[in-house]
């Protein structure tokens, strides 16, 4: 998209359109931001633009312009924050693009993941369903024989992976590759599911409710139809 803007903002039949940079960053999805001298230059470039909306088009504060330009290190998580798995490396290919929460869990820097664990019963190639596995419910169907008991009860180990007493994986942060930050966001109902967690913050729920809530269509929204007859029209 920032390719496109800029391809139109310097194209010499347009003079009207001006614009001296144009850029996006993959840590900040769905925002182009463009270099220019009044806002309504800035609106006329999002108008000749198919999927941009010219009612969308904001001034970015002074005092913020700096930060815009900075890029942080893609592949730093912090503490109590959501991100994707990658799906490479042994044994974790059945998780790709799930999301999975950040937490310290004994001291160390850990990765929260609810688990997708096939039984004997599911067709081979078949994804299985994201629920949580706590002890009691592996011994039931793989046997007692196949899990065992560390950290003095704390945590139970299955496949060679590490289960807490409610049913999460946890893996070590460094043992994980994870898709580059991007304010990602679990699913209200896999949301549900994390709150069972002990390593998950009241208020990193309070904030993922809060943003998820804010992420829904609702009277006063500018919105744009992306397909059908009516498509590239705002409402």
């Given at each position: 998209m920032?390719?496109?803007?800029?391809?139109?903002?310097?194209?010499?039949?347009?003079?009207?359109?001006?614009?001296?940079?144009?850029?996006?960053?993959?840590?900040?999805?769905?925002r182009?931001?463009?270099?220019?001298?009044?806002?309504?230059?800035?609106?006329?470039?999002?108008?000749?633009?198919?999927e941009?909306?010219?009612?969308?088009?904001?001034?970015?504060?002074?005092?913020?312009?700096?930060?815009?330009?900075?890029?942080?290190?893609?592949?730093?998580?912090?503490?109590?924050s959501?991100?994707?798995?990658?799906?490479t490396?042994?044994?974790?290919g059945?998780?790709?693009?799930?999301?999975?929460?950040?937490?310290?869990?004994?001291?160390?820097?850990?990765v929260?993941?609810?688990?997708?664990?096939?039984?004997?019963?599911m067709?081979?190639?078949?994804?299985?369903?994201?629920?949580?596995?706590p002890?009691?419910?592996?011994?039931?169907?793989?046997?007692?024989?196949?899990?065992?008991?560390?950290?003095?009860?704390?945590?139970?180990?299955?496949r060679?992976?590490?289960f807490?007493?409610?049913?999460?994986?946890?893996?070590?942060?460094?043992?994980v590759?994870?898709?580059?930050?991007?304010?990602?966001?679990?699913?209200?109902?896999?949301?549900?599911?994390?709150?069972?967690?002990?390593?998950?913050?009241?208020?990193?729920?309070?904030?993922?409710?809060?943003?998820?809530?804010?992420?829904?269509?609702?009277?006063?929204?500018?919105?744009?139809?992306?397909?059908?007859?009516?498509?590239?029209?705002?409402?």
């Amino acid at each position: 998209m920032a390719f496109k803007l800029l391809s139109r903002a310097t194209h010499p039949t347009h003079p009207e359109i001006l614009a001296k940079s144009v850029f996006a960053r993959c840590t900040l999805p769905g925002r182009v931001y463009a270099e220019v001298s009044t806002l309504a230059q800035a609106t006329n470039l999002a108008a000749v633009i198919q999927e941009l909306n010219p009612n969308a088009v904001r001034l970015v504060p002074a005092e913020d312009m700096l930060a815009r330009l900075q890029v942080p290190n893609p592949y730093s998580f912090q503490p109590q924050s959501w991100a994707r798995i990658r799906g490479t490396g042994k044994g974790w290919g059945v998780y790709r693009g799930d999301v999975v929460l950040v937490a310290e869990v004994n001291n160390q820097s850990s990765v929260v993941v609810v688990p997708r664990i096939s039984d004997y019963t599911m067709k081979s190639g078949t994804r299985p369903e994201q629920a949580l596995r706590p002890p009691f419910a592996l011994r039931a169907v793989f046997g007692s024989e196949i899990v065992s008991n560390v950290a003095n009860g704390q945590m139970w180990t299955f496949r060679g992976q590490a289960f807490t007493p409610e049913g999460f994986i946890v893996s070590p942060l460094r043992g994980v590759d994870l898709m580059r930050p991007q304010d990602d966001l679990p699913s209200k109902e896999l949301l549900d599911i994390f709150r069972q967690c002990p390593s998950l913050l009241e208020d990193t729920y309070l904030k993922a409710s809060t943003n998820l809530l804010n992420l829904q269509i609702k009277a006063g929204d500018w919105v744009k139809v992306i397909r059908g007859d009516y498509q590239g029209i705002f409402g």
